[in-house]
C-alpha cells in the first residue's frame, strides 16, 4: 500500500513539474508562433489562410491575398461575414512607407424615414428583417483596395473562392455550431432555406456544402467588375427582393454608394503607436482605454491580478461612456476626436477611477465639439493588411435575395431613434460600427497588424492583447490565448444607459482568489459561452526581416506563412 501510496505521488509530481515547464510559452499558449519570411496569412477559417498563401506563390500581394481571403471567408464562414456585408481595413503601404486606412460601409436608404420608426411604434430597430439593411460596402471595398493597390487581375483573385463555392468545403466546428444555431429563426426568410439548408437543416460539422449561387455571383464580379454590384445586375435582384419584403432600398441607394479612404487615428503608448479608424466605428474607444491605462503602472500590477483586472474594467467603462454619446457618422456630426484622444483627456478620465470600487455608472465626457471575421495578410515587399468584415448579427438579417448566394447585413440596428442623438437614424447614412481593425508600429516602422473580432467585446480585446504585448511581455501566441475579461452592460449607441455598473464575464484561466477580490470591489461576475472574440496577428521581426504569425483557438482559424 505504502509503495503504491508513493507511486501515485510521484506520477503527481512529475505531471505538476512537466505541465508547468514548457517550452513553447505560458500555460495557456496554445501553440508557438508561426515564422516565416515570404508571406504570411492568419484568418480565422483554413481554407482561407491557403487561399491567401495561393495568391501570395502566384504573385499577388498582400492586398490581393486579403481580398482572396475574405471571399473565401464568405463563403465557408457565412456565420460571420459575406458581401452582403461592411468592410474596414488598415494598410502598411511598403513602397510609401505608411498606413492607409477604409473605410467601406454601406448608408441606410434615402427612402425610410425616422418617422416611419415613430408612426409604427418602433422603440427600437429590429434585430432582423428588412428593416435593419443597409446598403453593403464590402464589395467597393474590395474594388477600392484592388485598384489602390492591388497586382493580380481580379478574376485570378476570386478564382479560389469561385472553386469552392462550386465544388464545396467540408464545414469546420465552430462554423458549425453557429450555423446550426441561426437556422431556426432565419429560415422564415425567402432564400435562405434554399441556400443554407440545403437537405432541410444546417449543413453538420465535415459535411461538403456547395453554394453554386455565390460561385455565379464572385463570376459576375470577376467578369464585368464593380459596377455589376451597385448599377447593374446584382444592385437590381437586391433591390427588388428587399422591397418586395417590405424594405427600402433603392437603385439610388446602389448608385450613390462610395467607400471612404480615411487617416487612422493614434495613440503612443509606452513607445508604441497604437492605430485605429475614426469612427463611424468603435476603434476611438481602443485609443482612450490606452490613454487611461498609461497613467497606471500595469506591468507592476501583473497579468491576471484583481487590481488590473478592475483598472481594465474601470477605463472600459470610461470609454465605453463617450462611445456611447459620440461615435457615429462624422458627415452627419462634429466629432471631438482630437480630445477624445488627447493623453489630457485620458488622465482627466483616469483621476474617475475608484481604486476599491466597481462604478455602477459614469458620465461622459463633455468636449467642445455579435459574429465578424478579421484577417491579415503580409507580403515578401513589406505590404501588411489588417482587415475586418461582418454581416453584424452572425449570418445577418435574414435576408437572401435573388439567389446570389449570400445574405444582407442588419448594421442598421444599430442606429439610435432618440432624436438629436448623434447617432440617430438618418437618410444615407452610416451606422455606428463595431467592426475594427488595428496596427502597432514602432519609430514609424511596421510592427503588428491585429485584430480581435466580436462585437462590442472588440476594443476590449485590442486594449487586453496590447496590455499583454506590451505591459506583460507575451508573445504574439501567447497575447491572443491568455484569458479574457468581457464587460458588458455600458451605455450604448442605440440609447440604452448603464445605471448598475454592468457585469464581468471571464474566461476559464482567472484562479477564485482573484475573482472573489473582484466582486469585494463590487463587480458583478459571470460566465459567458463564446463571447471573448477571435484573434489573429502578425508581427513583422525588422531585425531578422521575418513575419511571426498568431491565431487562437475560440475559431477554427490557421495561421501559415512560407
Known sequence: MKKLALTILSVILVFFVFSQDRVTGLTFATRSEVIAQNGMACTSQPLATQAALDILKAGGNAIDAAIAANAVLGLVEPTGNGMGGDLFAIIWDAKTKQLYGLNASGRSPYDLKLDYFKENGYEKIPSY??????????????????????????????????????????????????????????????????????????????????????????????????????????????????????????????????????????????GYDVWELPPNGQGTAVLQMLNILENYEIAEMGFGTPEYMHTFIEAKKLAY????????????NDIPIDGLISKEYGKERAALINPNRSARSYPAGELEQGNTIYLTTADKDGNMVSLIQSNYRGMGSGMTPGKLGFILQDRGELFALEENHMNVYEPHKRPFHTIIPAFITKDDEPYISFGLMGGAMQPQGHVQIVCNLIDFGMNLQEAGD??????????QPTGSKMTDGGQVSLESGFDYQTIRALMNKGHKIGYAKGPYGGYQAILFDKKNRVYYGASESRKDGQAAGY
Open 129 to 270: 428583417g428588412p428593416l435593419p439593411v443597409s446598403v453593403p460596402g464590402c464589395v467597393d471595398g474590395w474594388f477600392e483596395l484592388h485598384n489602390k493597390f492591388g497586382s493580380l487581375p481580379m478574376k485570378e483573385v476570386l478564382n479560389p473562392a469561385i472553386n469552392y463555392a462550386e465544388n464545396g468545403f467540408p464545414l469546420t466546428e465552430l462554423i458549425a455550431y453557429y450555423w446550426g444555431r441561426s437556422t431556426s429563426f432565419l429560415k422564415k426568410y425567402p432564400g435562405f432555406e434554399e441556400i443554407y439548408m440545403p437537405n432541410g437543416s444546417a449543413p453538420k460539422k465535415g459535411e461538403i456544402f456547395k453554394n453554386p449561387f455565390l460561385a455565379n455571383t464572385f463570376r459576375l464580379l470577376a467578369e464585368e467588375g464593380r459596377d455589376v454590384f451597385y448599377k447593374g445586375e446584382i444592385a437590381e435582384k437586391i433591390v427588388k427582393y428587399v422591397r418586395e419584403e417590405g424594405g427600402f432600398l433603392s437603385m439610388k441607394d446602389f448608385e450613390d454608394h462610395t467607400s471612404e479612404w480615411i487617416k487612422p487615428i493614434s495613440t503612443n503608448y509606452r
Open 321 to 332: 461612456e463617450d462611445r456611447a454619446k459620440y461615435y457615429s457618422d462624422m458627415d452627419f
Open 482 to 491: 491568455a484569458p479574457r475579461i468581457s464587460h458588458d452592460g455600458s451605455s
